[in-house]
Structure formats: structure tokens, C-alpha cells
């Protein structure tokens, strides 16, 4: 199984910010869309990725104070992405390793979608459950 099934069924929808928004303005976006993290872009460039992590952190580094400052200041710079024909399996491992729950999906170079470990979980537990309906089918035949 691989990125690319993922992305099919949830779709390459992506949100983001730029990276001169207000933190609070980020943390709004997050909340109205209940989701755990959005992409800094500039145009279509990926410059960073921001986190519910990266935003407990600085609260608790900085205090309140910091969601007046650009999202720029508290974002991960070094984001880590993959590709659509990555395995299920090879992205979680990264995650695991990587500490870390969102990847962006990167083809060319452009930004085409975002997984994040929801969408594996949900995928995974999608295909072990057609795996043993399969067995069970195969078992009343024999």
C-alpha cells in the first residue's frame, strides 16, 4: 500500500499559512478545522510545517506573549516529506523515528498532500479488516 492510495481516498487537499501570520491567527485556523498541524508556504514553497507540538512548546517557553509574533519564529523549519509512491509501512516508520505525526507528500518538488498518522492508522486498520474478511470468505469456500 502506498502514499498515493491514502491521498486518493482522503483527498490532496492542503491548508496553510505564510509565515508573517500571527501565531494566533495559525492556532485559530487549527482549531476551527480540528486538525493537529498546517503547512508555512510561500506561494507554493514549503517553508515549514507548524504543530500543536511546536506551539505547546514556545507557550510554555514564552508565554502568551508569543502569539502576537509571526508564525515564522515558532514553526519546525526542517520539514521531513515523502513521496506518493512511499509504502504505508516506510512512512511509519519515519514517523516513529521522527517523532512526529504530519508529512507533507512532495512530487517535483511541488506540495500535493498531507498525511498525517490518522490517515495510516485508518488505512492500516482498513486493510486488515479486508484481510480477514478475505480469510473468512476463503474459509466458508474450503
Excluded: W
Excluded at 8 to 28: P, Q, R, Y
Excluded at 71 to 82: D, E, L
Excluded at 105 to 114: A, F, Q, R, S
Aim: net charge neutral; proline share 1%; aromatic share 2%.
Amino acid at each position: 500500500m502506498t502514499v498515493r492510495a491514502i491521498l486518493d481516498s482522503k483527498g490532496h487537499d492542503v491548508l496553510s499559512v505564510e509565515a508573517d501570520a500571527k501565531l494566533s491567527t495559525a492556532i485559530k485556523l487549527l482549531a476551527e478545522r480540528r486538525i493537529g498541524a498546517v503547512l508555512v508556504m510561500n506561494q507554493e514553497r514549503l517553508e515549514g510545517i507548524l504543530s500543536e507540538r511546536d506551539i505547546v512548546r514556545v507557550l510554555g517557553e514564552r508565554g502568551a506573549r508569543v502569539l502576537e509574533e509571526p508564525v515564522s519564529a515558532v514553526m519546525t523549519r526542517k520539514v521531513v516529506s515523502c513521496r506518493q509512491s512511499d509504502t504505508v509501512a516506510g512512512i511509519m516508520e519515519m514517523m516513529t523515528i521522527g517523532k512526529f505525526r504530519h508529512l507533507p507528500v512532495v512530487e517535483d518538488g511541488k506540495v500535493v498532500g498531507l498525511i498525517s498518522i490518522g490517515d495510516v492508522v485508518k488505512r492500516r486498520v482498513h486493510e486488515y479488516e479486508t484481510e480477514q474478511e478475505a480469510l473468512r470468505d476463503y474459509i466458508k469456500t474450503a
